[in-house]
């Protein structure tokens, strides 16, 4: 079983639009740097809901 890490980030702002990812070069960037290390970008946010969490998880090595 591989191991995991994880980071997360949230607020209680208004949320993202709907077009976040196209919008300049922040998330694309985080996402890309997220699968260069084998990981994912989460990025959880919704019209009808307040706030964003952005939760980063990549493998870790195994001891």
Known sequence: ?????????SDD??????D????????????????RMGGRLIVESGEQERGTTITCVVPTESA
């Open 1 to 9: 079983m591989q191991s995991r890490r994880s980071q997360s980030v």
């Open 20 to 35: 976040y990812a196209e919008r300049g070069q922040g998330f694309r960037g985080m996402a890309t740097d997220a699968e």
């Open 13 to 18: 702002g208004v949320g993202l639009l709907e």
